[in-house]
């Protein structure tokens, strides 16, 4: 058996944050409304950052701190619901920013805010047979540009950004994960191409639901898989980053000590896809992951999806 194990990570944020303040001069919203149902409080929106520039430099703050370059990496994938293009994707356009090898597997997925753990599933497989030994995972998101800003149930929620993580194989190592999908297009749905323009429109109380019930059922597998009796013997655990009331919920509903489960969304919002690597991102930063512990990571999102990894840094 093997695993992927994480080399680097990196991030990168449009420089324009927005607050909740400032949002409540285009919609009907307070600060206190938001925090309270949300745990947000500001956000970051890209203006002249595109999707392909915030994961170019998330990857290549990724690479460098990984010690490899663009002739290691045999695969690039990044998960993406907001390209900049249906076609040429992400993935291609950023073979041609990093200068990675005509040969390297390059393709965006689409899962919604599970993308990365779809990402890192996939480019750990493709890896046995890739023609290089290094991964690139992105999840990069321009979510600003996908939202109707007369919907305050909406609007408030989401930011755009971009995480990376270098990853290769560890054929000593072992992991565990869970994936499901669970189609469901009144949930959460970004209208396709045709006359009506697209915007995310979602069943938050649905979605409340979902989200609770998935999360707390993929961590007690992860858990059993792993042979751990609580979930309190992890070191880490970091959800998809939606909404503090989903992880406090799961927390407290899992009767976890305090501080197990990461959060940041108060700064930047639910940014789907990117948001458990620059999660991972701003952990590895500060000093708080070490080698040998067990990281315990879940997303849910559109599709509906979601998916989970225990792993060990």
């Known amino acids: 058996m093997s695993a992927p194990h994480i080399l680097a990570t990196g991030r990168c944020m449009p420089v324009r944050v927005v607050t909740n303040d400032e949002l409540s001069h285009q919609v009907d919203t307070t600060d206190e409304w938001v925090y309270s149902r949300t745990g947000i409080h500001s956000r970051h929106f890209c203006t002249d950052e595109t999707g392909v520039s915030l994961a170019a430099a998330a990857a290549r703050q990724a690479m460098e701190r990984a010690g490899v370059c663009a002739a290691d990496i045999g695969v690039c994938l990044v998960g993406t619901f907001t390209p900049d293009f249906a ?77 990376a993580a270098v990853i290769r194989r560890d054929e000593d190592a072992e992991w565990h994960t869970v994936f499901g999908s669970r189609g469901d297009p009144s949930s959460i749905r970004v209208q396709g191409p045709g006359p009506i323009p697209s915007a995310i429109h979602m069943d ?9 019930e998935v999360v707390e059922q993929s961590i007690r597998q992860l858990l059993e898989a792993e042979g751990l009796a609580s979930v ?79 792993l060990r840094w």
């Not at 938050?204 to 609770?212: D, I, L, M, Q």
């Not at 406090?248 to 000590?257: G, I, P, S």
């Open 204 to 212: 938050g109380k649905s979605v409340f639901r979902f989200a609770v």
């Open 87 to 163: 076609s040429p994707s992400t993935a291609c356009l950023l073979q041609r920013e990093l200068g990675l090898e005509e040969d390297t597997l390059c393709f965006d997925l689409n899962a919604a805010c599970a993308g990365f753990l779809y990402g890192l599933k996939t480019a750990h497989a493709l890896l046995a047979d890739a023609p290089r030994p290094c991964a690139l995972v992105v999840g990069s998101e321009v979510i600003s540009r996908m939202m109707d800003m007369t919907d305050r149930n909406t609007c408030v929620l989401f930011g755009d950004g971009a995480g």
């Open 232 to 310: 309190n013997d992890l070191d880490l655990v970091v959800c998809h980053q939606a909404n503090a009331r989903i992880i406090d919920y799961v927390a407290k509903r899992l009767n976890t000590r305090e501080g197990l489960f990461f959060k940041n969304m108060d700064r930047l919002g639910n940014t789907s896809a990117a948001s458990i690597p620059i999660a991972l991102d701003e952990l590895a930063e500060a000093g708080w992951l070490r080698p040998g512990m067990r990281i315990l990571t879940v997303g849910f999102g559109g599709g509906l999806t979601w998916a989970g990894a225990l």
